[in-house]
């Protein structure tokens, strides 16, 4: 991975697991998209395993419901199970995921303004938390989920990509086929309507314009 | 610098987006704009905030429901593939089995001289019983005795396609050998025109019956 630096695309950075090693040929990912090229179902299941969580977490920011999140994964798993055969040995496998995780929900939200859908929020927890700090937990990120909702399109998929997933504003911009100085506009002014989300939040303080 | 502007700028620092120089424009702002730097500790909580929150709870299950989900359309798509497969088989050999019917069928209107039932069309004339007395006409090769001591059944046919394509050279063409034959009715002759140069099986067999009255 050379153009996306590992710790952004596996959120070691936020989260703490452990970024995979490089994206040679030797990696772990490659082998197992090397055996599933080959049409190794085992070693597409494996490879789904490994980046589940990085695909479906992504695709819950941007779409904001788990269920949208879950069926937008699995528009993805088939589009890598049926365009394996294209992807080229060496390349960075998860920048390629990325970019699939990323179309398929720009399809789905065009889809949702052709169709909106009943309202989307309160979003439901995807268990029923337990303990205290599941609570929090589900409750800071229905919160964001709300504040992420309140985003245009095009800004929240920029401040995902940028901040919750860690790229750079030209990555961004690369992934979303846009110039990186529209990119940092539109992030800045995502950053600016989250603060005064917040800040509504909270109450008591003046939201900005 | 206005405090629209550092407003602006503080949201692109606070992701560390902002260039070296604008920087130091922006610290200059706010060391003097009170309200800028409540705004930029805002600002810098909400970002905070928000990386902490980013991470969704997605259980095992959903993860093994999205796996199974998955694969069972990926088995369904190889399902309809193959279906679809078989279908376009069984067309494309129906359409085989009609192209070849309908070419047999176009194959027999093209030619209907030529197969037995149209062959019996032709008027059949039937000259007296006596045998044909042939007198050559012409020095080209003369029909055998034993066919000409044939009985003699005149038909006036239609000659094949082909031949009736071609032009007939007129009688007396030095290209065109003329074969006349006398019946035992003097009022039928029997001529062939043969095209010199061509083999005898090619010549189109321009039999010609005429009645002399």
Same mark, same amino acid.
Request: aromatic share 6%; glycine share 6%; hydrophobic share 40%.
């Given at each position: 991975m050379s153009s996306l630096a590992p710790a952004l695309l596996t959120g070691e950075a936020r989260t703490g697991r452990e970024?995979?090693?490089?994206?040679?040929?030797t990696s772990p990912i490659a082998a197992l998209v090397e055996r599933a090229r080959e049409g190794d179902g085992r070693a597409f299941d494996r490879l789904m395993v490994e980046t589940q969580e990085r695909v479906m977490g992504l695709a819950w920011r941007l779409l904001g419901s788990r269920e949208e999140a879950r069926d937008a994964s699995q528009e993805v798993y088939l589009r890598v199970f049926r365009h394996l055969g294209r992807f080229r040995a060496g390349e960075d496998f998860?920048?390629?995921?990325?970019?699939?995780?990323?179309?398929?929900?720009?399809?789905?939200i065009r889809r949702r303004r052709r169709n909106p859908p009943a309202p989307a929020f309160p979003v439901e927890p995807s268990r029923p938390? $337990?303990?205290?700090?599941? #609570? *929090?937990? &589900? $409750?800071?990120?229905?919160? #964001? *989920?709300? &504040?992420?909702?309140s985003l245009p399109p095009k800004e929240r998929a920029a401040l995902v990509l940028r901040d919750l997933e860690g790229l750079t504003s030209e990555q961004?911009?690369?992934?979303?086929?846009?110039?990186?100085?529209?990119?940092?506009?539109?992030?800045?002014?995502?950053?600016?309507?989250?603060?005064?989300?917040?800040v509504a939040l909270i109450g008591g303080r003046e939201a900005l314009p | 610098m206005r405090c629209e502007k550092a407003r602006k700028l503080l949201a692109l620092e606070s992701g560390g987006d902002l260039p070296g120089a604008r920087d130091r424009a922006l610290a200059s702002h706010l060391e003097v704009c009170r309200r800028c730097r409540a705004f930029s500790e805002e600002l810098a909580l909400a970002v905070a905030w928000m990386r902490s929150a980013a991470e969704p709870v997605i259980s095992e299950a959903d993860y093994a429901a999205m796996r199974r989900e998955v694969w069972r359309r990926i088995e369904s798509g190889r399902g309809a593939r193959s279906s679809s497969f078989g279908a376009g088989r069984l067309v494309l050999a129906a359409a085989g089995l009609l192209a070849a019917v309908l070419s047999l069928f176009l194959l027999a209107r093209k030619s209907p001289q030529?197969?037995?039932v149209a062959s019996a069309r032709p008027a059949v004339v039937e000259p007296p019983p006596a045998p044909p007395n042939p007198t050559v006409s012409s020095a080209g090769p003369a029909p055998s005795p034993a066919h000409a001591a044939?009985?003699?059944?005149?038909?006036?046919?239609?000659?094949?396609?082909?031949?009736?394509?071609?032009?007939?050279a007129?009688?007396?063409?030095?290209?065109?050998?003329?074969?006349?034959?006398?019946?035992?009715?003097?009022?039928?002759?029997?001529?062939?025109?043969?095209?010199k140069g061509e083999e005898k099986s090619s010549s189109m067999p321009a039999g010609r019956t005429e009645e002399v009255s």
């Open positions: 970024a995979p090693p490089g994206e040679g040929a998860h920048a390629w995921l990325y970019r699939i995780t990323v179309n398929v929900c720009r399809d789905s938390p $337990e303990a205290e700090e599941d #609570l *929090l937990g &589900a $409750e800071r990120w229905n919160l #964001l *989920l709300e &504040a992420l909702a961004v911009a690369r992934l979303l086929g846009s110039r990186a100085a529209t990119v940092r506009g539109q992030i800045a002014s995502a950053r600016l309507r989250i603060r005064n989300f917040c | 030529e197969s037995p044939e009985p003699v059944r005149v038909a006036v046919s239609r000659p094949p396609r082909s031949a009736r394509r071609r032009p007939v007129p009688a007396g063409d030095s290209a065109v050998e003329r074969i006349e034959f006398r019946t035992a009715n003097p009022n039928v002759r029997i001529i062939w025109l043969v095209r």
